[in-house]
């Protein structure tokens, strides 16, 4: 069955250093998303992505974030100065379109900035 | 904005039912979900309402009531594999595809 991937699963940074958190969506889907989870808490949407272009994006996604899909398979989320409160699970998640039913989620990536 | 809530946690015995509630204030309800997120891992697509009524999938069952902004996932023959927190999201139409997500319930299946 196909899934969504994501690499690395756990990332280490340093206050102030740029990351770049990689996802695989499934490969017929057209509608790319990230989410992520602080530790204990719920699910928060960040970005939403169709067509090369962002569709939605929520209060936390602010300038120091940014997404792109710089080839045909991979769909990526960078931020640029990290903080002490970016360390979370970072979601990545897919669906076929816009009004599908499900978005499959990836296994995570976990972000922990020192 | 949206609210969405669920009890935090919840304990039931292997074999037994139980139903997790989720009610939500959204303006331009598009779909509630279901998904199950075991401790360390992704959430997992459980069930899709929108219309009204109730959604049969194996032992898993999801009902909505739109007029009443509330559902429920139901669990049937309760297995220790169902220990997990089960999270209600909610799709407005008034924000495109993004779903807002309930903290979730944790649920504890003892023997």
């Known amino acids: 069955e196909p899934e969504v991937t994501q690499t690395p699963s756990h990332q280490v940074t340093q206050m102030g250093q740029e990351v770049i958190l990689r996802c695989v969506p499934i490969s017929n889907h057209l509608y790319f998303y990230w989410y992520r989870q602080i530790l204990g808490q719920k699910v928060e949407f960040l970005v939403s992505?169709?067509?090369?272009?962002?569709?939605?994006k929520s209060e936390i996604f602010d300038d120091q974030f940014s997404v792109e899909r710089p080839d045909g398979s991979n769909f990526t989320l960078k931020i640029r100065s990290t903080k002490l409160e970016d360390s979370a699970m970072y979601f990545c998640a897919s669906s076929e379109s816009g009004g599908t039913r499900e978005q499959y989620f990836g296994p995570g990536t976990r972000l922990t900035v020192t | 904005g949206q609210n969405i809530d669920q009890p935090t946690e919840m304990t039931a015995t292997e074999g037994a039912i139980v139903q997790i509630n989720c009610t939500y204030q959204?303006?331009?309800?598009?779909?509630l979900f279901w998904y199950q997120q075991h401790a360390g891992e992704a959430p997992t697509f459980l069930s899709y309402?929108?219309?009204?009524g109730l959604e049969e999938k194996g032992r898993f069952s999801s009902f909505l009531s739109r007029s009443k902004g509330y559902s429920y996932l139901l669990l049937k023959e309760l297995q220790m594999k169902d220990s997990a927190s089960y999270l209600c999201?909610?799709?407005?139409?008034?924000?495109?595809?993004?779903?807002?997500f309930g903290g979730g319930t944790r649920l504890m299946v003892k023997p």
């Open positions: 959204t303006s331009g309800f598009n779909g």
């Open positions: 992505f169709y067509n090369n272009e962002i569709s939605e």
């Open positions: 309402n929108v219309l009204d």
């Open positions: 999201a909610v799709r407005d139409n008034n924000a495109g595809n993004m779903l807002t």
